[in-house]
């Protein structure tokens, strides 16, 4: 059974950085699809990023692009999220969620990833 454990979190100012990681505990990731969600108060559960098991493309929520970057080296753990120009509204609990498949990720469908980690909390405000 494949765990994930995310790290990275913390507290951050308006405008700063942080960089998540995403590691499985037994396995490489390298065969699965990797993708990042986040859990606001009160609000849904949405998708972040994902990145690809075969080529390394990726896809992005229109909040995020330009400020976050996903990246996995097919060799080793982790999958990262580099998050950029962070702003209020990305406060959230951060999971990382795998898809057991070889190729692109297929957009940020929640339903497609079946393991999930118990996620890491990141709070920006001043």
């Known amino acids: 059974q494949l765990q994930l454990v995310e790290s990275g979190g913390g507290l951050v100012q308006p405008g700063g950085s942080l960089r998540l990681s995403c590691a499985a505990s037994?396995?490489?990731?390298?065969?699965?699809?990797i993708g990042w969600f986040r859990q606001a108060p009160g609000k849904e559960r949405e998708g972040v990023s994902c990145i690809s098991s075969s080529d390394g493309s990726t896809d992005y929520a229109d909040s995020v692009k330009g400020r976050f970057t996903i990246s996995r080296d097919n060799a080793k753990n982790p999958v990262y999220l580099q998050m950029n120009s962070l702003k209020p509204e990305d406060t959230a609990v951060y999971y990382c969620?795998?898809?057991?498949?070889?190729?692109?990720?297929?957009?940020?469908?929640?339903?497609?990833?079946?393991?999930w980690g118990q996620g890491t909390q990141v709070t920006v405000s001043s």
């Open positions: 037994e396995f490489t990731l390298d065969y699965y699809v």
């Open positions: 969620a795998a898809d057991k498949r070889w190729g692109d990720c297929r957009g940020l469908r929640q339903s497609d990833y079946d393991y």
